[in-house]
T-cell receptor
Framework: EPEVTQTPSHQVTQMGQEVILRCVPI?????FYWYRQILGQKVEFLVS????????KSEIFDDQFSVERPDGSNFTLKIRSTKLEDSAMYFC????????????FGDGTRLSIL | DQQVKQNSPSLSVQEGRISILNCDYT??????FLWYKKYPAEGPTFLIS?????DKNEDGRFTVFLNKSAKHLSLHIVPSQPGDSAVYFC???????????FGQGTELSVKP
């Protein structure tokens, strides 16, 4: 069964450094998402992406965050200058359509900011 | 953000019995609901979904019920198996494009 893959599984970064989290969505999916889960809290929506542009973003997704689909397979989340509070699990998801279709999630990247 | 709530942080059930997980929502514009299962160190795995035009959807041992007037959905697992032990999240969407709003999760423990 096709799956969403994320790399790395764990990223440790110094505060203030840039970090790029990578995702390979399911190949025939057109809609891509990033969510995060801070330890002990809910899974929170960050951003949705379709047709090479952001469809929607949450208030968490400020100017420090950006997303890109640099080629036909990868989907990346960049945090420009990391803060301690960016420490979380980051999940990538994809779906065939935006409405009334299940989103399929990767196993996440654990981001630890020191 | 309290739009989707799972009020039971944990549930313990005997193998072979029914597990019932509950979820409440406040936004009447939600029209698509999903249940995900999550093991430690893995991402959420899609289990079953339901559209607001239905009140029940069944897939094998899993059934989701939707009560729109009460803004309540539930997931029934029958019979429960030890391998079902995991954290279960409900999620809602539909009125905000693809964005999903998640509940806090309920940790299910199925004892042999």
């Amino acid at each position: 069964e096709p799956e969403v893959t994320q790399t790395p599984s764990h990223q440790v970064t110094q505060m203030g450094q840039e970090v790029i989290l990578r995702c390979v969505p399911i190949s025939n999916h057109l809609y891509f998402y990033w969510y995060r889960q801070i330890l002990g809290q809910k899974v929170e929506f960050l951003v949705s992406f379709y047709n090479n542009e952001i469809s929607e973003k949450s208030e968490i997704f400020d100017d420090q965050f950006s997303v890109e689909r640099p080629d036909g397979s990868n989907f990346t989340l960049k945090i420009r200058s990391t803060k301690l509070e960016d420490s979380a699990m980051y999940f990538c998801a994809s779906s065939a359509r935006d409405l009334n279709q299940p989103q399929h999630f990767g196993d996440g990247t654990r981001l630890s900011i020191l | 953000d309290q739009q989707v709530k799972q009020n039971s942080p944990s549930l313990s059930v005997q193998e072979g019995r029914i597990s019932i997980l509950n979820c409440d929502y406040t936004n009447s514009m939600f029209d698509y609901f999903l249940w995900y299962k999550k093991y430690p160190a893995e991402g959420p795995t899609f289990l079953i979904s339901i559209s607001s035009i239905k009140d029940k959807n069944e897939d094998g041992r899993f059934t989701v019920f939707l009560n729109k007037s009460a803004k309540h959905l539930s997931l029934h697992i029958v019979p429960s198996q030890p391998g079902d032990s995991a954290v279960y999240f409900c999620a809602a969407g539909g009125n905000q494009g693809g964005k999903l709003i998640f509940g806090q999760g309920t940790e299910l423990s199925v004892k042999p």
